[in-house]
């Protein structure tokens, strides 16, 4: 069973651009959350999204927003780049959700903002 | 009271020594509390997971022990081997869906 992919795997934009990157999930899984790994800060809860809705909400402005398709598959984008955007950004699946389904994430987007 | 303490930040242990990482929340609510390591590069992996009605799951040289009325639990990696360098994060589970991690511990193992 292939894991979970991420592309791009790096980028790098300007502040002010918006960016969007993809995730596609294990075959069979149906939730999709994103986070945000910093030096300072870890793993930060961005969203989830389960059978195409969004499910939870972590504490990020507006300027970050995501979908997620009918074949699992999950966008998440961030308008208005600024410096501090700068991080790894991860997305896992799993089967029904994240609390006690075990999350399996992909390597991760670094997105870099000039 | 969303947050999970994890220390120490970073961890340096001999080769065939004892491991120990502690992490303490504050959300009675939290009942699933799983550990996850990472390789640089590499996204987290789940490692052991315990659930607070047990005090200790142990799996090969992986342990957690989980003290539920000190709102503590901690994991342990005896006979510490160089390949067991990575970062490692502790989590909780709350709410309906929702996994709160700790800022991780970048362990490294003198070989």
């Known amino acids: 069973k292939a894991g979970v992919t991420q592309t791009p795997r790096y980028l790098i934009k300007t502040r002010g651009q918006q960016v969007t990157l993809s995730c596609s999930p294990i075959?069979?899984?149906?939730?999709v959350s994103w986070y945000q790994q910093t030096p300072g800060q870890g793993l930060q809860f961005l969203f989830e999204y389960f059978s195409e809705t969004q499910r939870n909400k972590g504490n990020f402005p507006g300027r970050f927003s995501g979908r997620q398709f009918s074949n699992s598959r999950s966008e998440m984008n961030v308008s208005t780049l600024e410096l501090g955007d700068s991080a790894l950004y991860l997305c896992a699946s799993s089967a029904a959700g994240t609390r006690n389904n075990e999350q399996f994430f992909g390597p991760g987007t670094r997105l870099t903002v000039l | 009271q969303q947050q999970v303490k994890q220390s120490p930040q970073s961890l340096i242990v001999q080769k065939g020594g004892i491991s120990i990482i502690n992490c303490a929340y504050e959300?009675?609510?939290?009942?699933?509390f799983p550990w996850y390591q990472q390789f640089p590069g590499k996204g987290p992996a789940l490692l052991i997971a315990i659930r607070p009605d047990v005090s200790e799951k142990k799996e090969g040289r992986f342990t957690i022990s989980f003290n539920k009325s000190a709102k503590q639990f901690s994991l342990h990696i005896m006979d510490s081997q160089p390949g067991d360098s990575a970062t490692y994060f502790c989590?909780?589970?709350?709410?309906?869906?929702?996994?709160?991690f700790g800022k991780g511990t970048r362990l490294h193992i003198l070989p």
């Open positions: 075959s069979g899984h149906r939730s």
């Open positions: 989590a909780a589970g709350v709410g309906d869906d929702k996994i709160i």
């Open positions: 959300n009675t609510a939290f009942d699933y």
